[in-house]
C-alpha cells in the first residue's frame, strides 16, 4: 500500500476522453464516495457512432453540471477535495481538452495538486474500487481503443505481455455490430444477442503465432460471411452470428490470460475496459479462475465502462507513490498508449 497521503484522501476524477462526461470523488483510492456518469450515447446513437465535435461540444455544457452533482452526491463540499485527476490521453482531443482545462482551473482555483491520469492505465484502477485488492495480478484489458494482457506488477508499474497489432476487441465488436445493423454501442447489443444464439459458425482467430492478436482478420471474416449470404438473397440468424464472432473474439483473450498467468506464477486475473463488461467473458473468466484456482477481479459492470471513479483512483496512486506529475501547461495527449502496447505483426 503505497504510503505519503493522510488518511481520508479524496480525489475528484474527471473523464471526458470520449462520450461520457464522468466525475467521481474517491476516498483513498478505493472507497467511491460517488459517481456522476452523464452518458451522451443517446445523442451519438443517431450517427451510428461518436461524432467527435458533437463530443467535445457537450462536454462544455456537461463537466460543471457533473462535479458540482458528483460533490452534491458524497455529502461534501468543494474544499473536502485534497486533489483533481484528470484524464489527459487516450481519446478525442477536443473531448480530452474540455476536461483537461477544467481541471486545471478547479485544481488552481482550490490551491490542490492537479494529476494527469492515463485513460488505459485508470481502466485498470477500476480494480481498486470498493475492494482491497493489490497488485500483483494479469489484468486481460479489453476496451474500444485498447486490447491487451497487462502484468501489473505495481500500482504504477504495467508491462504489457499480449497486445492487439491492429484493431481493439471493443472496435471489432462495434464494427460487427454495424454490419448486423444494430445501434451504437455495439458490444452490449452483440453481448445481448449472443446470449440467445448458438456458436455454429467457425470463424479465424484473433491469435497470432507470437502471442499477439490482431482482430482485423476476424472483423472481416465476419463481414464476408454476411455479405456472401446476403448475395444469395439469404440471411444469417444474427444471433447466432454473434455467438459465434463472441466466442472467437473472446477466447483466445482468455486462452492467452490462462498462458500468462502460469508462465508468470501469477494468482490473480483481472477483468478491465468496456469490453469487461461483456456476460460471455465474464462467465467463462470465472470459469478458467475457478478449473485454475486463479483469484478473479471483475470491476462492476458500470466500473468497467468509462468512470470518473478509476480516474480519481489511478490519480491517488499516482500522488502516492510518484508525487504531483504536471502543472499548468498540462496538454490533451489523443494517442498515449500503454508503454510497450501495440507491437509490430512479425
Ligand atoms: O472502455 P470503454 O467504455 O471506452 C474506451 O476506452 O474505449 O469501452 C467501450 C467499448 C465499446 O467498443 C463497446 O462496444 C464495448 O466497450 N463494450 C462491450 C460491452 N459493453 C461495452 N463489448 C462487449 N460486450 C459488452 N457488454
Ligand atoms: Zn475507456
Redesign the pocket.
Known amino acids: 500500500m503505497p504510503q505519503g497521503l493522510k488518511k481520508g484522501f479524496v480525489v475528484l476524477g474527471i473523464e471526458s ?2 462520450d ?1 462526461t464522468a466525475c467521481a470523488l474517491v476516498e483513498d483510492g478505493r472507497k467511491i464516495l460517488s459517481n456522476v456518469i452523464d452518458s451522451q450515447i443517446e445523442l451519438h446513437r443517431l450517427y451510428g457512432g461518436v461524432v467527435p465535435e458533437l463530443a467535445g461540444r457537450n462536454h462544455v455544457v456537461a463537466i460543471d453540471r457533473a462535479a458540482k452533482q458528483a460533490v452534491k452526491d458524497a455529502g461534501a463540499d468543494f474544499s473536502d477535495v485534497d486533489a483533481v485527476a484528470v484524464t489527459r490521453g ?2 478525442l482531443v477536443g473531448c480530452l481538452l474540455v476536461g483537461v482545462s477544467y481541471a486545471k482551473a478547479l485544481a488552481y482555483s482550490l490551491g490542490v495538486p492537479l494529476v494527469a491520469v492515463n ?2 492505465e485508470a ?1 485498470m484502477c477500476a480494480n481498486y474500487l470498493d475492494t482491497d485488492a493489490e497488485p500483483p495480478y494479469l489484468c486481460l484489458l ?5 486490447t491487451a494482457l497487462v502484468h501489473v506488477v505495481g500500482y504504477n508499474d504495467y508491462r504489457v505481455v499480449s497486445s492487439t497489432v491492429d484493431d ?4 471489432a ?2 464494427k460487427v ?1 454495424r454490419t448486423l445493423g444494430l445501434p451504437y ?4 447489443q ?3 444477442l449472443s446470449t440467445s444464439g448458438k456458436p455454429v459458425f467457425d470463424l479465424p482467430s484473433p491469435l497470432l503465432k507470437n502471442g499477439n492478436l490482431s482482430y482485423s482478420g476476424l472483423k472481416t471474416a465476419v463481414v464476408n460471411l454476411m455479405h456472401n449470404v446476403a448475395q444469395r438473397g439469404e440471411k444469417l440468424p444474427a444471433e447466432d452470428v454473434c455467438a459465434s464472432f ?1 466466442r472467437a473474439a473472446l477466447e483466445p483473450l482468455l486462452s492467452l490470460a490462462e498462458k500468462h498467468l502460469k508462465r508468470l506464477g501469477l494468482k490473480t486475473l483481472a477483468l478491465a ?9 465474464r462467465g467463462r473468466a470465472e470459469s478458467l479462475a475457478r478449473k485454475n484456482g486463479f483469484k478473479l477481479l471483475l470491476p462492476e ?1 458500470k466500473l ?3 468512470n470518473g471513479a478509476m480516474v480519481a483512483s489511478q490519480g491517488y496512486f499516482l500522488l502516492a507513490e510518484k508525487g504531483v506529475n504536471c502543472d499548468l501547461t498540462l496538454n490533451a495527449e489523443p494517442t498515449l498508449r500503454l508503454r510497450g502496447d501495440r507491437p509490430s505483426r512479425r
Open positions: 476522453s470520449c461520457e487516450a481519446g485513460h488505459i481502466h479489453a476496451s474500444g481503443g485498447h481493439a476487441a471493443g472496435e465488436f462495434d455490430a454501442p455495439g458490444g452490449p452483440i453481448d445481448w463472441s475496459g468496456g469490453v469487461a463488461a461483456n456476460g460471455y467473458l459492470k468497467c465502462t468509462d
